[in-house]
């Protein structure tokens, strides 16, 4: 399990074929932006590729995989995009993580369990990553390449407003518009458009927002009542995590998700001082700086509120000196 | 009346002292940031410079102005940043618009009334302006100034994602963070914070706006009894002209802002084909495609209402041909 660099990453690559790209579960921008970039680049290339993914991708990202074909036939290599922890490899984790030979990654997290890992966490993407792949791999990117890697790269930095982004963000950016991104549609299509049951979900969830730990702590709740009322899917709900943290002088915001199943999904956001991947270690979860995450399985939604506000008070206390 | 360039503007200025610096009324975060930039860069070059504003400064903005003296002494060069049209300057319209010698805009709408001006309408912001004569006169870039230019780019390209937003953007950009733009603490501060009676009024908003058109146009209103009930101020009511154009399918989405005074100040967001400053023209606005305004004098706000709502289901109508 060894860790490499871009160029040697670009090396494998290179000698390779038939290869299969995996995402991981609950995919976002990053993880469908990167595997769609490098299906295309290796695509380019001459070779055969497929992508796969734990979960379905959601409707507002089923453009990057335009003329992609779905089903993988008999592939020869395995490699991951974006993906910190073998087990969020969902439903793929026990076919393919321990088939996995390379994982490109920029999460600071990152559970090895490839053979080889090229790994940077100062990247604001793993989109950031596999556009300096395929360069280094002699690619040339097409428009659409550049779509899918700005993707990555605008949905990860929340259209380059979090701490993740660096120069070197911005300065690739310029570049992916330059090859052909069409920045404004993509972002209209990934930031500005909401569907009324998202304007609806987002008006209720607003009214029943809870402020507490003198004002530095907010929590939103999502009980799946609201989606069969709202008529709301998965993706209409994503924005929402963002809510609680815009509060003025809210430093930890934590969004609870009722799913289906019973089991609840918290995400959390934090300004400095607080650390979001920090608070969520207590519970099992992790993530970034900025924004993290975890599960409570099988649980009332009542109770994990409960345990998370004692929780977050305790911990802005601590962090905060106050 | 004559246009020049960056370093024509540049000579003109390296041989002027004493230069007063204008903003327009109802400032935004790029005639500020302008104006902030450009007189620490004055300053620099070892220059006396003021800055005057018809309106007030935004608690939001007022860090721009750390640090610089606030009455202009006898100043014997007048420059305009990010002024369209002299109308704009507000109350400085009448002491100022016929001495001012150098105007720096990047309006495609720009209306002539400086000695001469230097206008780029391809450029996002005045901001990259400043930038590029900053550099052109030789002046070191601070940290602070840096931060200024960062924060008239983010807010007029709403964080690189309206269509204004160029490669040149992202380059200028990424160099002002390396200069030392903190552009997460900026960031944070300009878009990711929200007062409790900001969030309050979204709600409220949110709970009564009006989808019609055959879902392309949407209609927000905020009566001034809003901002006197959830405690709002000005600052507050900012973000929410762009609702309404959020939801899915809407390419033209309008708010209404009832002043004290009895006016109604018009803010209309547009998405192809729909064009926001032609729309705004058949009111006496303007504007740019993307975001453009106009103002009803001493007109109720469901007068004002009724007209646009009618003259957007025709405008809809005739730029969709259906």
Redesign the interface.
């Known amino acids: 399990m060894k860790e490499i660099d871009c160029r040697e990453a670009a090396r494998l690559l290179a000698g390779w074929d038939r290869v299969l790209i995996l995402c991981h579960a609950s995919p976002d921008g990053d993880t469908l932006g990167s595997a769609a970039a490098l299906v295309r680049g290796l695509q380019a290339l001459g070779k055969h590729a497929w992508v796969r993914c734990g979960d379905p991708v959601p409707e507002k990202y089923r453009f990057l995989f335009a003329g992609i074909p779905e089903e993988p036939e008999a592939f020869q290599h395995v490699v991951s995009v974006d993906v910190a922890d073998p087990k969020l490899l969902g439903e793929l984790e026990e076919p393919f993580a321990r088939r996995t030979e390379l994982a490109i990654d920029h999460h600071g997290t990152h559970v090895p369990f490839a053979q080889v890992r090229w790994v940077e966490p100062t990247s604001a993407a793993c989109c950031e990553l596999i556009f300096l792949l395929l360069e280094e791999l002699g690619v040339e990117i097409t428009g659409e390449m550049a779509g899918c890697l700005y993707t990555g790269i605008a949905t990860d930095t929340g ?5 993740n ?7 690739l ?3 992916l ?2 090859l052909g991104a069409s ?2 549609a993509l ?2 299509r990934l ?6 049951a998202q ?1 609806e979900a ?2 209720r969830v ?2 029943e ?1 809870e ?1 507490f730990g003198e004002g530095r702590c907010a929590l939103a709740r999502l009980p799946w009542s609201l989606r069969q009322e709202t008529g709301a899917e998965e993706g209409d709900l994503e924005g929402i995590a ?1 809510l609680p ?4 002088g809210v430093v930890l915001g934590i969004t609870l998700k009722e799913k289906e199943n019973g089991d609840v999904k918290v995400s959390v956001r934090a ?1 400095p001082p607080a650390d979001a991947a920090a608070f969520c270690r207590q519970f099992g979860g992790g993530g970034h700086t900025g924004a993290a995450g975890c599960t409570f399985l099988q649980t009332p939604m009542e109770t994990v509120a409960g345990q998370l506000r004692a929780a977050a008070e305790a911990y802005v206390r601590a962090v905060t000196g106050a």
């Open positions: 259209c380059f407003r979090f701490a982004t660096t120069p070197r963000t911005h300065f950016a310029g570049r518009m330059e920045a404004e972002n209209r930031f500005e458009t909401k569907t009324r304007v987002e008006r607003l009214a927002l402020v963002g943290r815009q509060i003025e300004n």
